[in-house]
């Protein structure tokens, strides 16, 4: 995409966040870059004007000369908008998008960017609570600027962070990523698995396999569900399913209640083991819910406290587990590491539960399908050994998928 003929899509509400949007793109046209500001406003008078006014947004807005309320109104405008930058990025009209708001300005603007691809560029400067913006930083590639003062207007404080949009914005350039190439498998990582990836990583790759590792912290585990759900991958090796234990406990990492379930329905090969579910995540040690207080804990990092799961929770897990396999319409198989489920699931080591642990192996037998395959295995899920299990099993499936989808393979009639 030439960034000379391309322009970066700049969305605001210019009847609250005119005099920003204006500054923002005199800076950027003094630098060569081509600026289209979208109002997504739905009230008061625009403060500058727009290259797509507000009335051409609520046209592509489904159901907006119906909605009854300022947040309803806003709803619809995120959707119109979105189809807009939609139309203009499959076209090659623009090359990065931005976003100026405060909390219903940050709304907006996710919710219309939200269906750009994975790595097309997103800024945004927002005002909007803390708790808002990480909820977009869990669900989106999205380049956050928080201006920690509020926006009204341009002033000594929010003219420096507007200048460094700029820099920002001024620099960026999509660049669509090259055409697949072969097949591409999906791997969940957290830092105490990472040498299980790091080898199953590998010996997929000596198979030439293409391999994405996403990290299990919340986040990574929504953003690869989005991708499997548009058909990114051939497969997933999902070694670190933590992120369910988050969504029991309350914890940081949670991905929500959709974990484990894109594979399923897309019928791809999906291989899943217990990596981590020895832990919930939460803050510093002040920030563990009281009811924990019995727990076994470990301070992972000034930042991170991890909470040891029970027998109970366990029981729990799996069936958690179970349900969302249960429904896979694809090949399915779970791999059991008898000798421990992270690095600090080992004999000596603070989270070391086998009691635990088999809890869990118990209950996945009792609650998961009886067509899916539980592998027991003799070692510890970091093992060089339970790694290369896993990446077998893997291979196999898409040979076989490559086997049944290929031309003249297909059984011919009786």
Not at 138 to 159: A, C, E, K, Y
Not at 380 to 387: G, K, L, M, P, V
Request: charged share 20%.
């Amino acid at each position: 995409m030439d960034r000379e003929t391309a322009s970066i899509a700049l969305i605001a509400t210019l009847d609250s966040k005119g005099a920003e949007a204006s500054y923002l793109k005199e800076r950027l046209d003094a630098l060569g870059r081509r600026v289209l500001i979208l109002d997504v406003g739905t009230s008061g008078v625009p403060k500058c004007l727009a290259d797509i006014p507000r009335e051409r947004v609520a046209a592509r807005a489904p159901g907006f000369s119906e909605c009854e309320d300022q947040g309803a109104m806003l709803g619809a405008m995120a959707k119109g908008a979105g189809r807009i930058l939609a139309d203009l990025a499959a076209n090659e009209k623009i090359t990065a998008v931005g976003g100026i708001g405060g909390g219903k300005g940050a709304g907006v603007f996710h919710h219309a960017s939200c269906g750009l691809p994975f790595g097309f560029p997103k800024v945004l400067i927002s005002s909007a609570r803390p708790a808002l913006l990480a909820e977009i930083a869990t669900t989106s590639d999205t380049i956050l600027m928080p201006t920690l003062v509020d926006l009204f207007g341009v002033n000594r404080f929010t003219r420096t962070i507007l200048d460094n949009a700029v820099a920002v914005l001024s620099e960026l350039q999509w660049n669509p990523p090259a055409q697949r190439q072969g097949k591409t498998v999906a791997i969940t990582a957290f830092g105490v698995t990472t040498p299980a990836v790091e080898a199953v990583k590998a010996n997929l790759e000596r198979a030439g396999i293409e391999v994405i590792v996403f990290p299990a912290n919340g986040a990574g585990g929504r953003t690869m569900e989005a991708l499997i759900a548009k058909g990114q991958f051939e497969g997933v090796v999902d070694l670190t399913t933590t992120e369910l234990v988050d969504l029991r406990l309350g914890g940081t990492a949670s991905a929500g209640s959709a974990r484990l379930t894109a594979a399923g329905t897309a019928g791809i090969p999906q291989l899943i083991a217990p990596g981590a579910v020895d832990m919930a995540n939460f803050g510093p040690p002040e920030t563990v819910p009281e009811r924990f207080g019995g727990r076994t804990t470990y301070r992972h990092t000034p930042m991170t406290t991890l909470v040891r799961t029970t027998a109970e929770d366990m029981v729990e897990i799996a069936r958690m587990t179970a349900d969302r396999l249960n429904d896979a319409r694809g090949p399915v198989a779970v791999f059991w590491p008898r000798h421990g489920v992270s690095d600090y699931d080992r004999p000596g080591h603070p989270f070391h539960d086998p009691a635990a642990n088999i809890a869990w192996r118990e209950a996945i037998r009792q609650y998961l399908r009886s067509d899916i395959p539980i592998m027991d295995t003799d070692y510890h899920i970091n093992d060089r050994e339970f790694a290369s299990l896993c990446a077998d099993w893997m291979i196999e499936q898409l040979k076989e998928t490559e086997c049944e989808t290929s031309p003249g393979m297909k059984s011919s009639p009786a």
